[in-house]
């Protein structure tokens, strides 16, 4: 992420209160996790969230560091895991996901947007600049006599030609398909991960809707 | 009878017996997308089509539909390479055409999808084309939804016209031209029972039947009640 002039400033370099050093110790003895969403719709996360009571015995081992839950807005330092649902629609997103193959030692894509793009794929099919038109120029539900407009700033990230899955941009290491998947399917790999288990992931779990 | 080897093990094959039945009779799935079972296209009881049930015969890759067992015969489903590509095969149909399984009224009853299962296809090796294909849905009773057809022609083949026996799909153009095409003043002819069948005879949501949506919930879906390999080693008849 680049400034676009000095008086920015990023949420993350804001000061925040200190944790205390024993919560603090226990957290960093944790696998540390970190999660995130790009296009898609956050199902896969909220199928993440289905885990039930599941989670409280997870979260006895690992430590979810940047999420959507948590509003961590940094990595704060090396990821044994890292979570990601959403296909890449922007340059932002293209970013981003450089920064988690970084810092994670293992990516999981989850959910079908990230394995090939999903439903905001759909627009594949359709060149950009009618998806454009449709959305900002000849939108049914434009304010009547508004100025008809193509958003263009330097601070909005620029969208790709084309939703692309997580793959065809860093190296991904393991994939759950599914719309969303299922949350059982989510524990299943992450507690074998965790527990140090190959990952394995059944015919009888796979599903792609 | 003869005697064949199947994956190492000697067992009995009916004469006639293609190799991909005569598997299924000894308990071993080898997955197929155009197959179908008991039909006969001009006096052969295959399409030959989509070869995803390619296996190994006396170390040579065939698909196994095509073959008809012989004694001796050597044949090899489960081993790597060949398993591998028939993976490779069901990714390459995944790349090339638009398979949007949860926007799919087919999803559930899909034979492609209930395959991806069985080969374990998370995610497709190859890059995902996203080609444009036009929909269709000028007939009356069915919308022809181009981005999912495979080319596996079982529609080309078997669904015809009662009183005139011609043809109402064909293949138009070749390569990557090629496209499924319906014959609107005959398929509006069509009895809703023919409609409803040409639908479940398509092994993708390429033929819809368009007064059947969304009708069975998640879960109690044909592939989700038996998978696709438990039906065919149980030998179901379609329905």
Known sequence: MTK?????????????TPIDPETQAKRDAKIQVAMIGFCGCWGCTLSFLDMDEALIALLDKVNITRSSITDTKRIP??????FIEGGIANSENIAVLEEYRENCDVLISVGACAIWGGV???RNVIPLEECFREAYIDSETAVPDAKKTIPFHEDIPTITTKVMPLHEVVKIDYFIPGCPPDGATILKVLDDLINGREFDLPSAMNRYD | MVKIIIDGKEVNAEIGDNVLEAAAKNNVFIPSLCYVKGESVKGENCLGTCRTCSVKVNGNIMA???IAVCEGMNIEVNEP???????????LLFSEGNHNCPSCEKSGRCELQATGYEVDMMVSRFPYRFTP??????????????DRCIFCQRCVE????????????????????????????LADNMPAEQVRAASDLCPVGCIIDKSQGFDVPIGRRKFEIETIKERALKGSIDD
Do not use: Y
């Open chain 2, 81 to 91: 390479e060949v398993t591998d590509m028939r993976k490779a095969l069901v990714e």
């Open chain 1, 120 to 122: 905001p794929a759909m």
């Open chain 1, 4 to 16: 676009c002039n000095k008086h920015e400033i990023f949420s993350h370099e804001l000061p925040t």
């Open chain 2, 158 to 185: 078997l669904v015809r016209d009662k009183a005139t026996d011609q043809k109402i799909f064909s293949i138009r153009g070749r390569g990557t031209n090629a496209r499924i095409e319906i014959d609107k003043s």
């Open chain 1, 77 to 82: 330092g090396r990821m044994a895991l890292g």
């Open chain 2, 64 to 66: 196994a539909c095509t």
């Open chain 2, 133 to 146: 294909r036009q929909v269709d849905h000028s007939s009356k009773f069915i919308w022809l939804e181009r």
